[in-house]
Structure formats: structure tokens, C-alpha cells
């Protein structure tokens, strides 16, 4: 018997599965048509970055995750041009971004200039993840480019 609304497993191929014990109906993945809540990091690298202005920004590289809550702490964000040339990868503080169950996209709300002006890192410079100070200038200029959202 199932105790909690929602039991979650791992089926032979390695994806999820989730049942849903008010209905037991059972869904995995894609292929159930249904967005799961869980999903694995893996599946989600890749997947485009747009923001309110239906701009493309860039795709979702990397996340990171605090060791201590096991909570996402940064999403990791490609952005360059189209041959990959120049890219630069750029972390955001992971609240910043929602996900459009409907598209299946991440909306960030920054506009382009603010996005092009944040810190970022090329695959040749990676941060120290190790030297808190380096998340904490995120975390600043994030904050303090709140009130200069995309409308």
C-alpha cells in the first residue's frame, strides 16, 4: 500500500516512474503525455532558455547543486552564437528561472542587454565553485538588476 500522494521509482530503463495514489495511474515520462514534477538533470540540459519578450537567450548547460540541501543552487546557461564560437556560459541563481510545463522551456525574466552583461565564464575560465564570494557577485547582480526586468 502506498502511504504518500505519490511514489516514485525507477523503471528497468533508468527513467521515472510515478504513481499517483488517489488514481493509480501510472506515468513515465514522456511517453505518459503528463509532466512529471521529478525529472532528471540530465533531461532538462539543452533545453532552450527564452525570456518574456519570447526572445531565445540561450539553453540550459549545467546546475549545480548544494552538496548540504541537495536543493539546485545555480542553473548554468549557454549563451553565444549559433556556431558555438565565443560562447560564454552564464549562472543564474536557479529561482530566477520557471518552466513553461506547456512548451517545455525555462523562462528567465532578464532581457538580452541585462543577460549580456552578467557574469559569465568561457569553457577555457571556469569559476572556483569553491570560493563563495564567486557565487555571492551572482547573487548581487541579480538582485540588483531586479528592477530592470523584461516587461
Known sequence: MVSDKVATGMNG???PINMDA???TF???AASGQVDRLVALGEI?????YNRHDELLGTAYDFLVDRITGQVTYAVMAFGDLLGMGERYHPLPWKLLTFDMVRRVFLLDLDRL???NSPSFSAADGPNWSDRAYGDRIDAYYENSSSRRSD
Open 114 to 116: 541585462l543577460l549580456v
Open 27 to 29: 506515468t513515465s515520462g
Open 22 to 24: 488517489d488514481t493509480a
Open 45 to 49: 540540459k539543452g533545453t532552450a532558455v
Open 13 to 15: 530503463d533508468r527513467t
